[in-house]
């Protein structure tokens, strides 16, 4: 069962980083031609800024989160317990991972809510020419923030796994790739 979550978690936190890479290209691709169009024929692309700010950026912030979390590359700061036992670091890895759960979940739900909304009112960001829905980038939120928890999720069951067993294991090892300090 673990072992189907974990592969679930990482297919998903792959999909949603290239769909995050392909995201950042196109707006790469859309920002130059519009400064070039700007400036060559004083005629830019209606609706650039928008397509920046709804899309592109929210997308650039959160599709990677999941993907991160997996190969351990968030931020963490682990000072405190550095120099603590194996099976002491594993625990308090444990209850940190339980914490980041609750946060990605509280967090994915209040997202669904505004996601439900905002959809249901057909929100729209007005451009010089025509209006922008904005509704289905709230969505972005949600699939990053339920893509985040359930790496989490894989993360948790596998590092309970090895505390239950009673093995000492490089907590690297167990939620994602090599962390330096641990």
Not at 9 to 33: D, K, S
Not at 34 to 50: C, H, Q, S, W, Y
Not at 102 to 114: D, E, K, N, Q
């Amino acid at each position: 069962m673990i072992a189907l979550i974990d592969r679930i978690a990482t297919l998903a936190a792959r999909a949603a980083l290239w769909l995050g890479a392909i995201l950042l290209l196109l707006m790469a691709f859309h920002i130059t031609t519009d400064v070039a169009m700007r400036n060559l024929f004083g005629k830019p692309i209606a609706g650039t800024l928008e397509f920046g700010t709804y899309y592109y950026m929210v997308a650039a912030s959160f599709l990677a989160l999941g993907y991160a979390q997996l190969h351990d590359r968030n931020i963490s700061v682990d000072i405190l317990v550095f120099s603590a036992p194996a099976r002491i670091r594993m625990f308090v890895e444990f209850i940190a991972l339980i914490i980041t759960l609750i946060y990605a979940v509280a967090f994915t739900y209040a997202s669904l809510i505004v996601a439900l909304e905002k959809t249901r009112k057909g929100e729209f960001a007005l451009t010089q020419y025509f209006n922008l829905a904005t509704w289905p980038s709230r969505w972005i939120l949600v699939v990053s923030g339920a893509i985040f928890a359930l790496v989490l999720l894989a993360q948790i069951l596998r590092l309970a796994s090895v505390l239950y067993k009673g093995q000492d294991r490089r907590i690297a090892d167990l939620v994602g790739d090599r962390r330096g300090s641990i």
